[in-house]
Structure formats: structure tokens, C-alpha cells
């Protein structure tokens, strides 16, 4: 199948098979005129790529996943460390968020938001609170 096809089946831009191809994630074989032609593992891979992805993994987590999966070998150890270490990410970002939420929510709450020039929210910003 060519590059469209495999990025209608797959639910990616050709942008992104094309990047993912360049960094060595995918390999799809070419024919003599030089035109890529997908095959349907390739096909697979990228739908894989694409929900790991859409879950944050990073293209290096990608492609440890991916080398993983095509391993009938695998510990599935190795695959639940990967998994792990990005949901200490997640948490991580999550506790950074809410700390961030709080922080605002009580600016906002504090700024009288009239007409007055003072403004608690400038204040902390400039570092004054």
C-alpha cells in the first residue's frame, strides 16, 4: 500500500510516517522506482505508534515499546517499567499542575478586578508578594 493508504488505516498524517520512517521507527521496504510500499505490519506498527502516542509516551519510549512488542521474548517487566516510569511523569506534571492551579486560583480570588491600579496578581509576577 502507498503512504496514503497507510495513513488512512493507521489514522496519521503522511507528515508524521514519514518523520516516524526518518528516525528509524518504521522501515517499509521501497520499490524500484524508489516509492515506499507499506506493508500490512507497517500498517500495524503505526496504529501502535499512534496509541502510544496519544497516551504521551515519548518517541523513544516509542520505540522501546514497539522493539518490545515485535520481541516474542520480552519480559513484560520491561514493558511495565517503561509504563511506569511515564506514569511517575504523569503524576509528576499532575501534582505540578495542581500546585499551579491553587497558586492562581488564589490570585485570582485576592485581585479586586476593578478599577484600582494595584493588583496582587502583577505583584507576585514582579516577585513584590
Given at each position: 500500500m502507498n503512504i496514503g493508504e497507510v495513513a488512512e488505516r493507521s489514522h496519521l498524517?503522511?507528515?508524521?510516517?514519514?518523520?516516524?520512517?526518518?528516525?528509524?521507527?518504521?522501515?517499509?521496504?521501497?520499490?524500484?522506482?524508489?516509492?515506499?510500499?507499506?506493508?500490512?505490519?507497517?500498517?500495524?506498527?503505526?496504529?501502535?505508534?499512534?496509541?502510544?502516542?496519544?497516551l504521551g509516551f515519548s518517541i523513544e519510549d516509542c520505540r522501546a515499546l514497539l522493539?518490545?512488542?515485535?520481541?516474542?521474548?520480552?519480559?513484560?517487566?520491561?514493558?511495565?517499567?517503561?509504563a511506569q516510569e511515564h506514569l511517575t511523569r504523569i503524576e509528576a506534571k499532575i501534582?505540578?499542575?495542581?500546585?499551579?492551579?491553587?497558586?492562581?486560583?488564589?490570585?485570582?480570588?485576592?485581585?479586586?478586578?476593578?478599577?484600582?491600579?494595584?493588583?496582587?496578581?502583577?505583584?507576585?509576577?514582579?516577585?513584590?508578594?
Amino acid at each position: 500500500m502507498n503512504i496514503g493508504e497507510v495513513a488512512e488505516r493507521s489514522h496519521l498524517p503522511a507528515k508524521t510516517i514519514r518523520y516516524y520512517e526518518e528516525i528509524g521507527l518504521i522501515k517499509p521496504p521501497r520499490d524500484e522506482n524508489g516509492y515506499r510500499r507499506f506493508r500490512e505490519e507497517d500498517a500495524h506498527s503505526l496504529r501502535f505508534l499512534a496509541r502510544a502516542r496519544s497516551l504521551g509516551f515519548s518517541i523513544e519510549d516509542c520505540r522501546a515499546l514497539l522493539s518490545l512488542y515485535h520481541d516474542r521474548g520480552r519480559a513484560s517487566a520491561d514493558v511495565r517499567r517503561i509504563a511506569q516510569e511515564h506514569l511517575t511523569r504523569i503524576e509528576a506534571k499532575i501534582g505540578a499542575l495542581q500546585s499551579m492551579q491553587t497558586t492562581l486560583r488564589h490570585l485570582v480570588e485576592t485581585c479586586h478586578g476593578d478599577n484600582r491600579p494595584g493588583c496582587p496578581i502583577l505583584d507576585d509576577l514582579a516577585g513584590l508578594e
